[in-house]
């Protein structure tokens, strides 16, 4: 078993609407946990971080977490072209913190 | 201020030459990170800097794999006797401390014939 698992893309969705992400974590202790995105050919870039269970909202991005059932989401509100990338999910060791396991990622395309 | 920046950005080797990747943290940055990254997958983390002291490099795949941070800024990651297996975008991060956001650099891909 991987130790960050993400749904299976690619996710397409139409201009506007919710785009909604998942990822599990087989490391109970982990108290970290990140969304990034990556444009094809780019490199991550950090959207958001969350350390506490229930939601946490910047923008657009909703990311929540729920420890008991080792679960983290990410919603997209109002998904534009612009979204169209590959989502990671990373979540930090429970012994070393600053060590971030990957999930391998979800292609979102928003369709115009 | 400037971004973490990598060098070269393309990198072609020939089965059993060495490689050396080289990345510059953002100034200031205490710690600095390595991830390879395999084509459709995440990045795997490879090995974690703090200052000029390397304090854990327990994802390097092999003792093929060396990096090294000398006087606590520019790191070089090493792959001698380079193999196919090799193949992948080397990814360099840096962050104030090892715990806090981590900003990647725009990789390597190196590809080996």
Known sequence: QKEVEQNSGPL??????????????????????????????????????????????DGRFTAQLNKASQYVSLLIRDSQPSDSATYLCAVGSRSNDYKLSFGAGTTVTVRA | ??????????????????????????????????????????????????????????????DRFFAERPEGSVSTLKIQRTQQED??????????????????GPGTRLLVL
Request: proline residues 5%; glycine residues 10%.
């Open chain 1, 12 to 57: 397409s969705v139409p201009e506007g609407a919710i785009a909604s992400l998942n990822c599990t974590y087989s490391d109970r202790g982990s108290q970290s946990f990140f969304w990034y995105r990556q444009y094809s050919g780019k490199s991550p870039e950090l959207i958001m971080f969350i350390y506490s269970n229930g939601d946490k909202e």
């Open chain 2, 87 to 104: 193949s992948a975008v080397y990814l360099c991060a840096s962050s104030w401390q090892g715990l806090e956001t981590q900003y990647f």
């Open chain 2, 1 to 62: 201020g400037a971004g973490v920046s990598q060098s070269p950005r393309y990198k072609v080797a020939k089965r059993g030459q060495d490689v050396a990747l080289r990345c510059d943290p953002i100034s200031g940055h205490v710690s600095l990170f390595w991830y390879q990254q395999a084509l459709g997958q995440g990045p795997e983390f490879l090995t974690y800097f703090q200052n000029e002291a390397q304090l854990d490099k327990s994802g390097l795949p092999s």
